[in-house]
């Protein structure tokens, strides 16, 4: 008699998986074909989908194998799309994920726009079903429950930024979600969501808007509703500021006073460190390569507002005026700060270049307008700011709230003072030194005499010119090079010409002559490496400004023994402004306001790098959150008031 097994004996009965994985298997077959049955659809769909498996099994099909699997992944969204419109709200939340996985994997192949459709749908019933598809996406949205809503809102993102290069985007451009984002934005119950909303909005106003009619740009132009902008404002500035987190975890750049805490602290991080040089060889490559990953995802929402800004004029007074109760530093002022970070190391990766230049031409857009501007120079608006102090030299730490308009001034000089090398990025160039000749423009044309510390803005101008001189072999014949250098001598004689109207006073004037005597003979070696006339030239204005200092500064020293003191340099610049005569320029503050065509190939590029980090986002599960009981103040008019965001 053969010997029964002992019931206390463990016995391996393989690995339970749930139905809905059985399904998925059962259903995508090369052989198989599409299940007419209602009953296996509605358990298809009343199964919690596993959206980690699914995407598992159609990432192993190839191109070619879903072409000839066509009629299994039809039956699916189109089934999956008549769903939507079920009661049962858990088949919807199904049907949701369902749908954005299949869409995503398929988008994911190399397909044309008509190899996709045939997939999806057929190119006979492309129009009826996504029409259909996008219909009830929008009524989820707007009537749905809560988790509902939130779901269609990122199935829809999802699909907008797979479809982003094929012309299934053009339903959604066609059916007009704006009134449904911002009804998302603005309900208490899902404000919390304003990351995900903005992000889609940026996303479908940036498609195409260059070459045909976008409606969403017309929304953005014409809306008015400072609630909802407020709301923008303060996930703009959260989703900032934990960008900026991300740069100081490899580096904290912070630069409070001497105390014995951060003695201690100093200490313990330093035995940390050495403890990791003796695991790892360097250190400084391992931050190299942490720097080099970022910015983090989340920065994809730089795009929605330099778009918004770029679009509604009063969008870009809200987004500078807007306080958060709690915070010292304000949603803006979060933003510059974020954007001082991206300069200083924009030269890593072209994605960080990319979102370097599109914060930088939200500054440029906000100086150009006197109104804007205004606000940059007010004391209302002022707000403390972190700014990157991760690479040497640094410029001065300023503890407590400052005006905006330091901030931008700040994060510009560490983009023109940390970016100098041999492949010079010299459309970036043109933008930072074309933005501090605008900020400065606009202060002569203000009267507004700010308190900042000029010299180091001067010293990197100077530092620049220094290096492209000694550089100029390598870039004497990149494109637009002479363009930068006149811009850059344009700042230089604007101050000299116009800065008693905004330096703060005499020793900031005189410490700009000082810092052009230092020059010595540059300005001439600029001139002739660069093949640059004298005659009736900016540059010509600044050596002749030199030359009229060096030669009292020769007389000078034909009367006194040695070497001339900096006191007695400081002296001959205050008494020789009364021979000196500087030709009057004219348009030395004139320049050309921003337009979109002119940077048609770069907003494409950024473009598609958000919709990518957007897409990224959403397949690893790391969108971030406002907390929606977040309160601003607000100062439209000079009145301050709070309420609840």
């Not at 191109?63 to 009661?87: N, P, W």
């Not at 007009?176 to 304003?194: G, K, P």
């Amino acid at each position: 008699m053969a010997a029964l097994d002992s019931p206390l004996v463990r016995v391996e009965r393989g690995s339970l998986q749930p139905k809905i994985i059985g399904l998925y298997h059962l259903l995508f077959k090369e052989s198989a074909k599409p299940p007419e049955s209602d009953g296996f659809w509605v358990e298809f769909f009343i199964l919690k989908a596993n959206s980690s498996a699914l995407s598992v099994i159609l990432t192993e099909f190839s191109a070619e194998d879903l072409l000839q699997m066509q009629s299994i992944a039809r039956a699916v969204f189109m089934r999956g799309v008549r769903s939507l419109s079920d009661s049962n709200p858990t088949i919807v939340a199904n049907a949701l994920d369902t749908l954005t996985i299949l869409i995503r994997e398929v988008l994911a192949k190399q397909f044309t726009s008509s190899e996709v459709i045939t997939v999806l749908v057929g190119l006979d019933r492309v129009d009826r079903e996504f029409t259909e598809f996008v219909d009830a996406l929008e009524r989820i949205m707007r009537t749905g429950s809560i988790d509902l809503r939130i779901a269609a809102l990122r199935a829809t993102l999802s699909t907008v930024c797979c479809s982003y290069r094929t012309s299934l985007i053009n339903f959604f451009i066609q059916r007009d979600l704006f009134a449904v984002l911002v009804q998302i934005i603005y309900d208490n119950a899902t404000t919390s969501h304003t990351f995900e909303a903005f992000v889609l909005l940026g996303v479908l106003s940036n498609y195409d808007k260059l070459e045909a009619y976008n409606p969403y740009q017309t929304r953005l132009a014409d809306f008015v509703d400072e609630s909802v902008m407020q709301k923008i404002v303060v996930a703009v500035g959260k989703t900032c500021k934990e960008a900026r987190e991300d740069y100081i975890a490899i580096a904290d750049d912070a630069a409070d006073g001497f105390s014995l805490e951060s003695m201690i602290s100093s200490y313990s991080e330093f035995a940390k460190r050495a403890k990791t040089a003796l695991l790892q060889q360097d250190p400084q490559m391992t931050a190299n390569n942490a720097f080099a990953s970022l910015p983090p995802l989340s920065a994809t929402i730089l795009l929605a507002t330099s778009n918004f800004v770029h679009a509604n004029k009063y969008f870009s007074q809200v987004l500078i005026e807007t306080k958060t109760v709690a915070q010292e530093e304000t949603p803006f002022g979060s933003y510059i700060s974020l954007s001082s970070y991206l300069l200083q190391h924009q030269h890593r990766s072209e994605r960080h270049a990319s979102y370097a230049r599109i914060s930088m031409l939200v500054h440029r857009i906000l100086v150009e307008d006197s109104i804007t501007m205004q606000k940059l120079v007010s004391i209302e608006c002022r707000s403390s700011m972190r700014l990157c102090r991760q690479r040497q030299p640094c410029l001065p730490y300023v503890k407590g709230e400052r005006f905006l308009v330091e901030g931008i001034l700040d994060a510009l000089i560490g983009a023109v003072r940390h970016n100098m090398k041999k492949a010079l990025d010299v459309p970036m160039y043109i933008l930072a030194i074309g933005t501090i000749h605008r900020i400065i423009s606009q202060l002569k044309r203000l009267r507004v005499r700010l308190k900042y510390h000029w010299s180091e803005l001067w010293k990197s101008i100077f530092s620049f010119l220094r290096f492209v001189t000694g550089s100029s072999k390598h870039l004497h014949g990149i494109q637009d090079m002479p363009v930068l250098i006149d811009d850059t001598i344009r700042v230089l004689v604007l101050a000299f010409s116009a800065g008693e109207s905004f330096l703060s006073g005499a020793a900031d004037y005189d410490d700009l002559f000082y810092k052009l005597i230092e020059t010595g003979e540059l300005l001439s070696k600029l001139s002739r490496a660069y093949d640059m006339a004298r005659e009736n030239s900016s540059v010509g204005t600044l050596i002749s400004i030199s030359e009229h200092y060096n030669n009292l500064i020769k007389e000078r020293s034909m009367f006194s023994s040695g070497h001339l003191s900096s006191e007695h340099v400081s002296d001959i610049i205050k008494t020789g402004y009364d021979t000196l005569s500087i030709s009057a320029q004219q348009g030395i503050d004139y320049w050309d306001r921003y337009r979109e065509s002119d940077e048609r190939v770069f907003l494409k590029r950024v473009g598609w790098a958000a919709v990518m980090d957007a897409q990224e986002l959403l397949g690893r599960g790391l969108l971030p959150h406002v907390v929606p009981s977040t309160r601003v103040a607000t100062n439209g008019n000079g009145r301050y008031a709070e309420k609840d965001v």
